[in-house]
């Protein structure tokens, strides 16, 4: 409640006896008090609203304003629903839903969500670290439209988006696979009868077939030293037994020279 004026007539005085939040419109214009640990919410000269000592909040201050449609703090002409002109400070997670994220308008880039699976980089912009850290063996997936390099990447584990393989190489030509056993190259599914190459843990290496658009070799003898010529070469040569045989892990059968 309001006790009385000050001798100006421009200051309002409440008691103990008031609420938290004294209301108090001043008919007399001025400046109101509250007794210690209270507060009062009074007018100002412009008829804006004043709560305690805390400056007032109007349309066009520099504190808070308001178009109507945009709400603004620290700026008098926000652009957005919300425009903050400063520093926000949050100790808690910053929320949003369905297909949004963080956007840099300045540098052009930011990261966002569109599903369940990845965060996104926006821009086509690159993450720059110091390290990176696999803490749960999740895995680490090269676009294989992109091209990437490094000096060394250790796997404890290998994933790939599309059917659990890892994949190096940017047109798709060719293939790293892991698959649990074996390691091989330019397959999709571990299969014995579909594997050009493979080396297993126990360092064994074996061949269905290699392709290459080309096999160089160099015959320059200004690239070689130690010439020794074998003797009876062509001998040892036509000397070669061919043989069709089966494989004893399937029965594949196949042709070939043994040794």
């Known amino acids: 409640m309001i006790t009385g004026f000050d001798t100006s007539a421009t200051t309002t005085f409440g008691t103990q006896k008031c609420s938290s939040y004294q209301s108090v419109v001043q008919t007399v214009l001025g400046t109101s008090h509250a007794p210690i640990g209270q507060a009062?919410?009074?007018?100002?000269?412009?008829?804006?609203?004043?709560?305690g000592d805390v400056n007032y909040w109007n349309k066009t201050g520099n504190d808070i304003s308001y178009t109507g449609?945009?709400?603004?703090i620290g700026t008098t002409t926000p652009a957005y629903k919300l425009d903050i002109n400063g520093e926000v400070i949050n100790n808690g997670f910053y929320r949003s839903r369905g297909t949004t994220g963080w956007y840099n308008e300045t540098y052009g880039g930011g990261v966002y969500m569109t599903d369940t699976s990845f965060v996104r980089t926006y821009g086509n912009k690159a993450i720059a670290a110091s390290s990176f850290y696999d803490q749960d063996n999740m895995g680490f997936y090269l676009n294989p439209d992109s091209i990437s390099r490094t000096n060394r990447i250790n796997f404890f584990h290998a994933y790939n988006i599309d059917d659990g393989n890892y994949y190096l190489d940017p047109s798709w030509a060719s293939r790293f696979n892991y698959l649990g056993r074996n390691?091989?190259?330019?397959?999709?599914?571990?299969?014995?009868?579909?594997?050009?190459?493979?080396?297993?843990?126990?360092?064994?290496?074996?061949?269905?077939?290699?392709?290459?658009?080309?096999?160089l070799y160099h015959p320059d003898r200004r690239l070689k030293k130690n010439i020794v010529p074998v003797s009876h070469s062509l001998d040892k040569i036509t000397s070669l037994t061919g043989y069709t045989f089966d494989w004893i892990r399937d029965g594949t059968p196949d042709i070939g020279i043994i040794a």
């Open 69 to 72: 449609t945009n709400f603004g």
């Open 40 to 51: 009062v919410i009074s007018l100002n000269t412009n008829g804006s609203l004043r709560y």
């Open 183 to 215: 390691y091989g190259f330019n397959w999709t599914e571990y299969d014995w009868n579909d594997t050009s190459y493979y080396v297993d843990q126990n360092n064994t290496s074996s061949f269905n077939a290699v392709y290459a658009h080309t096999f």
